[in-house]
Structures are given as C-alpha cells and as structure tokens.
C-alpha cells in the first residue's frame, strides 16, 4: 500500500511554542549549572536544533542512535547504533527524544545511561503517546501529548522519508484510513 500524508496534526507555529516553553523551563530548572544534551538520533535532531536555541544555560550536546523500529512496528530488539563521544560521569544529562511511545527503547537507554554515573538524568520529549505506554517512565519534560496516530515530520519518519516536513501530520495508507500500530 502506498502511504500518504493526511491532516497536519500540530503546526510548526505550536512546535516553536512548545519548543520555547520547554526551553524555559530547562533553563529555570538548570540556572547555574551546566547540562549536557543527547539527542537521540535520528528523530529527535530537528527538535533538539530548535530546543537548544530556547535554553539559556551552557549546555553541549552529543548524539546517540538507537534502533528498535522496521516501518511503523517495533522488533522488540533494541541495539545502540552509535554511543555517546562524551563522559557523562557527573554532569545533569538531558536525553532529548522526539516522542515516547512504548517507552521500551528509552528505558532501555536510560538503564545504559544510569550506569554512566550522571549527576542526574532527565527526559525531555517534543511529544508522547501515554496510551501506548508499555515501560514505566517519569518524563521530565513534555512538549505535547498526542493521540495514538502514525505521525511523520519535524524529524520523524517512515521508512527515511517525511522528515523534512515542517509540521507534524499523520501518515495514512492511500486510500485505507488510520495506520495504527
């Protein structure tokens, strides 16, 4: 079945806000310190570029890939792709996601991250599914909670395509309705 972009279900004038809220309240959060940002990759990389712009305290960032979806359908198997350049020992640690589904990749990560000997670790996610919601988390930050829809732009995809749309709409497939999981 071919897929198809159908209604834009958050705007790119709401993502800006939602991205300079939470840049606000890391900022207030963190006044003082200094905190490093990882991006998981590559999602999140369109909304940790926007995020960043909004903090107002030193922070540096670096990348992690993980991988745990094939299409629109997770294989249960989570497998980290490229780690971390820096130390994380004793610094405030954001993980920054582009949205929490499951929640089983995340925890997984986090549990790696804990290891590390962080000051302290936190999430902070542009978006959430919480009726998918398999893994307990405490989500620290939440730009927005969406209903359980196969979402594409602003950094998500399918299958690589879609990430450059600027909004944040819901993939269909042509002709057939909803594509939930």
Known sequence: MAKKVSEVLVSRTEIAE??????AEISADYQ?????LICVLK???VFMADLMREITVPCEIDFMSVQSYSGTKSTGVVR???DLDLDIADRHVIVVEDIID???T????????KTRKPASLKICACFDKPDRRLAELDVDYIGMAIPDEFIVGYGLDYEGQYR???DISIL???GQGGMNE
Do not use: F, T, Y
């Open 32 to 36: 003082g310190k200094e905190i490093l």
């Open 106 to 113: 995340l925890s997984h990560l986090l549990d790696i991250l």
């Open 80 to 82: 980290i792709l490229k």
């Open 102 to 104: 499951s929640g089983l």
């Open 18 to 23: 939602i991205c300079a809220r939470l840049g």
């Open 172 to 174: 269909v497939d042509d």
């Open 43 to 45: 999602g999140a990389i």
């Open 164 to 166: 450059n749309l600027p």
